[in-house]
């Protein structure tokens, strides 16, 4: 058993070491370890074609798509204009703004790179503009957008839910109320460096009635996205996936129609842009579903539950353990691995412990997206600081009390599971 653990994971590792994508050095860890194992090959194929036929991964293509789509099309840069209304007269504003415009671009793309990318473009270079250093304009930034992957929806709870059989729309509903505090968290961590560095106020007045109501109306089609999305799964009209393609199609029509900034020129690179992105990620969840397997037939999890249930049978002592280990192995591995690798493994010991698996999913999700902005994996991080022309250090330095604010609201879940599972046990039964 040892043995076969090693093998796989010690060859997947010097895989990745070497250059190999991490797509397929999962494969080729799976292939190494069932040859010496004496296991048939073609076993790896046939698990791979059956990890492709989920439904539920039908969403991850359509929700990238409409992520796209926003960009070009406005909506985002009429978040941000909104979000200014509310909150550009407190101190550090444009701080608050990019924090706020990361939560409701949450609502709608699924993705904390997507956000990273479409917000980073436009609001780093303004908070620059506006006498921001370049290394908090960036922390801000990449921080903000791992609220992306908690508010639903959210292309990493699709592949928790994919892997541990939880209904999708009751863990959409439970990352509805941790994203939330992580982004005022973030914002009271914004508040307290602007006052202390004198960070500039946007504007002097809070915005009038008038004012509110116009850009109401200016924005209302991009801040009514996420509420027709997480609504519509949420008292059961449309499945995860419907509301992905009714999400692509709101975005068309608005960005042609209304806003009149999308270009059908643009529509083929748009296509080509989403099919590469849902390209890796599927080849990361087919070669994931041959290693689970493996993992399975191996007994590897259950050998793992029970090493880890020797050391205690308190659950939040194991979640604790858990986390260490989930934020250890985050800086060095990306999320979607981590989540269709590591749930298998871990899941059996949730369930013995008596944890409900919404709850260890939001616990993932928030360990998870903590790993977005820390190097040296951290893809959130190595964006902005190539948009803000700023050195990863100086980056993932000024990110340190963002990402403390992050581990504050990990830490209340896991002590507090109703903090997640509230809402869901309201609105579904």
């Known amino acids: 058993m040892t043995l076969v653990i090693i093998i796989i994971f010690g060859s997947m590792i010097l895989l990745l070491l070497v250059g190999v994508p991490i797509g397929l050095s999962i494969l080729g860890s799976t292939l190494i370890s069932m040859k010496v194992t004496g296991l048939p090959l073609s076993i790896a194929l046939t698990r791979m074609i059956s990890g492709s036929q989920s439904f539920l991964l039908t969403a991850i293509p359509f929700f990238t798509l409409a992520g796209i789509l926003m960009r070009e099309g406005g909506l985002t840069k009429r978040i941000i204009n909104f979000c200014l209304i509310f909150v550009g007269h407190l101190q550090g504003s444009l701080g608050h703004v990019n924090i706020v415009s990361s939560m409701i671009f949450g609502g709608i793309s699924g993705s904390s790179v997507a956000d990273t990318a479409s917000i980073g473009s436009i609001m780093i270079p303004e908070m620059k ?47 509805v109320t941790p994203g939330i505090l992580v982004g005022i968290g973030q914002m009271i961590v914004n508040l307290f460096i602007s006052k202390k560095r004198g960070f500039p106020i946007y504007r002097e007045q809070r915005a009038n009635l008038k004012e ?67 390209a890796v990620v599927m080849l990361i969840v087919v070669c994931a579903n041959a290693l689970g397997w493996l993992l399975g037939y191996t007994r590897i999890p259950q050998v793992i539950s029970e090493k880890l249930l020797t050391l205690s049978e308190n659950p939040i002592v194991i979640l604790l353990i858990i986390n260490a280990f989930l934020l250890l192995v985050g800086t060095i591995s990306d999320l979607a691995p981590n989540i269709l690798i590591l749930t298998p493994v871990f899941l ?82």
């Not at 999708?168 to 990352?175: Q, R």
């Not at 129609?257 to 296509?271: G, N, S």
């Not at 999913?361 to 997206?369: H, K, R, S, T």
């Open 129 to 175: 503009k506006k006498d921001y250093p370049a290394d908090i304009s960036a922390a801000i930034t990449a921080t903000s957008s791992t609220i992306g992957i908690i508010i639903p929806p959210s292309i990493p709870m699709i592949l928790y839910a994919l892997i541990g059989q939880v209904s999708i729309g009751k863990l959409f509903l439970a990352g």
């Open 212 to 278: 509110i109501i116009k850009g109401a109306k200016d924005g209302l089609f991009a801040i009514g996205m996420p509420i027709i999305i997480v609504g519509s799964i949420t008292i059961g009209i449309v499945t995860a996936t419907e509301a992905a393609v009714i999400a692509v199609v709101y975005a068309l029509l608005i960005g042609l129609f209304v806003y009149r900034e999308l270009d059908l020129k643009k529509l083929p690179a748009i296509l080509l842009e989403a099919a590469q992105i849902t």
């Open 348 to 429: 059996p010991v949730i369930l013995q412990l008596g944890i409900n698996p919404l709850h260890f999913g939001i616990v993932f999700i928030l360990n998870q997206a903590i790993a977005l902005v820390t190097p040296p994996v951290g893809n959130c991080l190595y964006i902005c600081s190539n948009i803000g022309k700023v050195s990863i250090e100086e980056t993932f330095k000024a990110s340190i009390p963002f990402i403390l604010a992050n581990i504050a609201v990990l830490l209340l879940v896991v002590f507090i599971p109703e903090v997640a599972l509230w809402l869901p046990n309201l609105l579904m039964k």
